[in-house]
């Protein structure tokens, strides 16, 4: 039987960065979660790459788990939990790699399962906490619950989970399921990952597997914004956005989530929603199918080839094109050409590399900045 009104709530590791981090993430699963959650974790923050940085000694000669100890012990003693808890898990770690370093040779089956203890040790963290919460909650191993993939250690490519099997399996966890991300196993059963920040993808594959009614990103930033906040301090959250649009942005670059990880939400017609660890009142960014022909929603600085552009995303108009083109010629920005991105989603704005990040600014300003909303003049 699918669960009703099953809700994925993914939690990267810059939601999960200490103690203080990983009791928000369990209150706001606790407030926002619904009946039924389904809570998706990555490593705590940074843990991959000391996993990573541990798996290269160790093929060097050189055994070293300290820092993974100990970054796991200050959260748990942050979190008033008995830091000894996972030296267990330490132990398998050291193990692996005292054979890594026996060999000075580092397969990439071996590096995967380096990996995944820091989703298995976080899963184990945010499950304790719900537990100390008062609230019943299972550690579990997402390749537990039928999430398989090709053997491409590293980079795995999911392939198509039984559906019926998985939903089994997770409406047999006690309490809320705490699932590690990025980990899956292959058909023959060997551990592997699904790539650096994957963890989005599998929250998306169980989202689509298990039939929710959304997969829920929680992150370090306020949903998906009309330009990269850092290039344009105007940048604000867009409240709707198309697949297609966040497709195209992803393909431009703009890194807010895995480009997988909307698929198989869209196959299964999951909503799909960014949203604010900071601020979980704030309703984010919602994607959708139905949300087609918004207007314009982002703009992007690119580089094709040896060319520098802007990118405006979301159905741009000649008229866009126009003033776009007016606006940065009176800021003394030459537009070289411009073009249609092979979707029709995008319209190209070919600058000057030099003029690349005051043509975005300019290119926003114009087209996008606050005063101008999604849904026409307000
Ligand atoms: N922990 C993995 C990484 O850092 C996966 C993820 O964060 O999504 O890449
Ligand atoms: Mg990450």
């Avoid at 009703?4 to 706001?28: C, N, Q, T, Y």
């Avoid at 974790?41 to 991959?48: I, K, P, R, Y």
């Avoid at 770690?93 to 820091?118: C, K, N, P, Q």
């Avoid at 918004?294 to 552009?309: D, I, M, Y």
Wanted: charged share 20%; with cysteine; glycine share 10%.
């Amino acid at each position: 039987m699918p669960r009703e009104g099953v809700l994925v709530m993914k939690f990267g590791g810059a939601a999960l960065k200490d103690g203080a981090g990983v009791r928000r993430a369990v209150s706001i699963v606790e407030e926002h979660g619904g009946d039924n959650p389904v809570v998706v974790v990555s490593a705590l923050e940074g843990v991959t790459d000391l996993l990573v940085q541990a798996a290269r000694s160790a093929a060097r000669g050189e055994v070293d788990v300290e820092a993974v100890r100990v970054r796991h012990r200050s959260v748990l003693r942050e979190l008033g939990a008995d830091p000894e808890r996972l030296d267990r898990y330490v132990r398998e770690l050291t193990l692996l790699l005292s054979s890594i370093s026996a060999r000075r040779d580092l397969r990439a089956v071996e590096l995967d399962h380096v990996l995944s203890f820091g989703e298995r040790a976080s899963a184990r963290i945010v499950a304790g906490c719900f537990e100390a919460a008062g609230v019943p909650a299972t550690p579990v191993d997402s390749y537990d619950l039928g999430l398989t993939t090709d053997s491409n250690h590293g980079n795995a490519r999911p392939l198509p989970s039984e559906h019926a099997a998985v939903q089994r399996a997770v409406s047999e966890v006690p309490g809320v399921p705490v699932v590690t991300g990025f980990l899956a196993k292959d058909s023959a059963g060997n551990l592997t990952t699904l790539g650096r920040n994957g963890s989005d993808l599998s929250a998306a594959l169980l989202a689509e597997a298990i039939g929710a009614v959304a997969v829920e990103f929680w992150k370090g930033v306020p949903g998906i914004l009309t330009a990269d906040p850092l290039v344009v301090p105007d940048a604000r959250p867009l409240e709707r956005l198309s697949f297609a649009d966040a497709e195209e942005l992803g393909q431009l670059g703009a890194r807010v989530l895995h480009p997988e990880a909307i698929a198989p939400a869209t196959r299964a017609g999951v909503e799909v929603r960014v949203r604010y660890v900071e601020d979980p009142a704030h309703p984010g960014t919602t994607l959708a199918e139905s949300q087609d022909g918004a207007g314009l929603v982002a703009a992007v600085a690119t580089t094709k080839g040896s060319l520098s552009a802007v990118a405006l995303v979301g159905a741009a108009s000649g008229e866009h094109e126009a003033s776009a083109t007016r606006a940065l010629e009176a800021a003394g920005i030459t537009v070289g050409w411009t073009e249609l991105s092979e979707s029709g989603r995008a319209l190209y704005l070919g600058v000057n590399s030099r003029d690349s990040v005051g043509a975005l600014r300019c290119v926003h300003e114009a087209l996008l900045a606050p005063r101008v909303s999604n849904d026409g003049p307000t």
